[in-house]
Each structure stands twice: as structure tokens, then as C-alpha cells.
């Protein structure tokens, strides 16, 4: 696929969406190198051809942890390459799924 890293396809509705459509909305993203698990709901503020430039006050907590920083600005901002996301979702709209129906 074509610049597979800057999009996002959502399998249920069949979207292809670009981040560059999606700045200054919330995002959530995986990324495993500050958390395995945690999905971190971001905020996007910019698009370069590596990756995207966010601001999320739990990411920052993590990362202010991780690197035992004590004190940092008020909106901390970070470039997050493409290859450090593993996963990327927005809500579509549309049907809504019920994920207790089986």
C-alpha cells in the first residue's frame, strides 16, 4: 500500500483517511515503546512526511517518567514517528458497533 504510514484504514467502513485530515482532533494511538497496551487519545497539531507532531498530557506523563524529568511546560508537544505507532483510530461515523453481540 502506498504511503501506508500516513493513513488510517478503518476495515468496518472501508475509510481511508489521511492525518493530514485529521489536524487539531483527538486520535488514539498505540505506542509501544511508552506503554504496550495503553492507548493514548492525542491531540494532532501538525503532519511532516516522518510522522505527526501531538500533544497529550498522559503520553507526556508517561515519557516525564520514563526519563525522570521533573518539571516540563504546560503543553508539552512531541514528534511521533510513523514506525513508533502500531495502531491509529478515529471515530467513524455511521453504524455503531455492540461489541457485547455476538
Known amino acids: 500500500m502506498r504511503s501506508a504510514g500516513r493513513r488510517i484504514i ?3 467502513w472501508g475509510i481511508l483517511v489521511q492525518f493530514s485530515e485529521l489536524i ?3 486520535v488514539g494511538v498505540l505506542i509501544p515503546r511508552i506503554d ?3 492507548i493514548f487519545h492525542v491531540k494532532i497539531l501538525g503532519v511532516e ?3 505527526i507532531w501531538i500533544s497529550s ?3 507526556a506523563s508517561v515519557l516525564l ?3 525522570q524529568i521533573q518539571t516540563a511546560p504546560k503543553e508539552f508537544v512531541f514528534f511521533l514517528p510513523y514506525h513508533e505507532m502500531t495502531l491509529a483510530m478515529v471515530e467513524a461515523h455511521g453504524t455503531t458497533v455492540d461489541v ?3
Do not use: I, S, Y
Open 10 to 12: 478503518t476495515a468496518l
Open 24 to 26: 487539531g482532533q483527538e
Open 36 to 38: 504496550k497496551v495503553r
Open 49 to 51: 512526511g516522518g510522522g
Open 57 to 59: 498530557q498522559a503520553a
Open 65 to 67: 517518567q520514563v526519563f
Open 100 to 102: 457485547n453481540e455476538r
